[in-house]
């Protein structure tokens, strides 16, 4: 079951994000941020989490890439499934979901920044029509390595672009 994420939802959000730092695959962060900070860069709308058996096992959310007004239709997704739930169909129905309710709130396009070894992440992204529109070579460091990452973009069909 799908749901808009709510505070209650806060530490199991929190738990996934972890499981995706401890991969080394999933984000350049190395610490969890306090709920204020994660919650204070996420767009209050399109945030949803997957609930199986009453627990959260995944969620999506999207961050503004700017603040400025030209680019308030422009956001960024994050998507984070419990490592021991994989490969189970959340994340398409998650994000799904999110490019639905992004639309809805007019937002035009969608980007996404993944790391070139996080082939599952890429391939859900092309399922839903992201297409890869470059390369970002060594634009930052985990544990003292340079990494790259691809950068991977949906236009909303609802406007024609």
């Given at each position: 079951?799908?749901?808009?994420?709510?505070?209650?939802?806060?530490?199991?959000?929190?738990?996934?994000?972890?499981?995706?730092?401890?991969?080394?695959?999933?984000?350049?962060?190395?610490?969890?941020?306090?709920w204020?900070?994660?919650?204070?860069?996420?767009?209050?709308?399109?945030?949803?989490?997957?609930?199986?058996?009453?627990?959260?096992?995944?969620?999506?959310?999207?961050?503004p890439?700017?603040?400025?007004?030209?680019?308030?239709?422009?956001?960024?997704?994050?998507?984070?499934?419990?490592?021991?739930?994989?490969?189970?169909?959340?994340?398409?129905?998650?994000?799904y979901?999110?490019?639905?309710?992004?639309?809805?709130?007019?937002?035009?396009?969608?980007?996404?920044?993944?790391?070139?070894?996080?082939?599952?992440?890429?391939?859900?992204?092309?399922?839903?029509?992201?297409?890869?529109?470059?390369?970002?070579?060594?634009?930052?460091?985990?544990?003292?390595?340079?990494?790259?990452?691809?950068?991977?973009?949906?236009?909303?069909?609802?406007?024609?672009?």
């Amino acid at each position: 079951m799908i749901r808009k994420m709510n505070e209650q939802d806060s530490t199991r959000v929190l738990e996934i994000y972890k499981m995706g730092i401890e991969t080394r695959n999933a984000t350049f962060e190395t610490r969890v941020p306090s709920w204020a900070d994660w919650d204070a860069g996420h767009l209050k709308h399109s945030r949803f989490v997957y609930i199986d058996n009453g627990k959260v096992i995944g969620w999506v959310a999207l961050s503004p890439v700017s603040s400025r007004s030209a680019y308030q239709g422009v956001a960024e997704i994050s998507i984070y499934i419990d490592t021991n739930t994989l490969g189970k169909g959340i994340g398409s129905l998650l994000i799904y979901k999110v490019i639905t309710s992004s639309e809805e709130q007019g937002i035009w396009s969608l980007y996404s920044s993944v790391f070139p070894e996080n082939t599952a992440t890429i391939k859900l992204h092309e399922k839903f029509n992201f297409r890869i529109i470059g390369t970002r070579e060594k634009i930052g460091q985990i544990d003292g390595k340079w990494r790259d990452t691809i950068l991977l973009e949906r236009r909303s069909s609802m406007t024609g672009l």
